[in-house]
């Protein structure tokens, strides 16, 4: 964010902020016009053009990672994501009535349940017995889940959205 006055105003015009000078203008130099440092005589002139063509043109964003791969075999799985588009979130189907409905409370006692019967079968176990002896664990509520029509198997809705993609493409799913 810009502090300075002269900042602010080159922020506004977009163009590259002045350089304020503390002193006098040294000899044998001159002072750019735009940007406010200074450079040889000889020189300026080049120099104005230069940064007339910078400080009207947006630079485009260094990407390190995309430098760092280029030319490797890891270059093919590197994501190509643009600087404008942003990384696109997983969707949420929303629910009949407009609203997805957190049911954190029915996860959590669910949670505690399976807890309770895997520390049950452990000291079980722990005495000498025999985990046949034990009733089964709580089954888990797999209700929010999407199945996959070509596998049959059920998935969280993010992980749907990844699987059944690549599982249509599968040629064992076939029938």
């Known amino acids: 964010m810009p502090s300075t006055p002269a900042a ?52 485009k964003v260094f990407d390190p990672t995309k430098m760092r791969m280029q030319g490797t075999e890891a270059e093919p799985y590197l994501r190509r994501v643009s600087a404008k588009v942003p990384v696109k979130a997983p969707v949420v189907a929303p629910k009949a009535d407009g609203s997805k ?39 888990s509520d797999t ?4 199945q996959c029509p070509y596998c049959n ?6 992980a749907a959205e990844r699987h059944i993609p690549k599982c249509k493409n599968i040629k064992s799913n076939k029938r």
């Open 8 to 59: 602010k105003a080159a922020a506004a015009k977009k163009t590259a902020p002045v350089v304020k000078r503390s002193g006098p203008i040294p000899p044998g130099m001159s002072e750019c016009k735009i940007c406010g440092r200074c450079f040889a005589t000889d020189r300026i002139e080049k120099h104005e053009t230069i940064c007339k063509k910078t400080t009207n043109r947006k630079r």
């Open 101 to 139: 409905k957190s049911d954190w409370r029915k996860k959590h006692e669910e949670f505690i349940k399976t807890i309770r019967a895997a520390k049950e079968y452990q000291a079980h176990v722990a005495r000498g017995g025999n985990p046949a002896d034990l009733p089964p664990p709580p089954p």
């Open 143 to 146: 209700s929010d889940y999407v």
């Open 153 to 158: 198997r059920k998935f969280s809705e993010a």
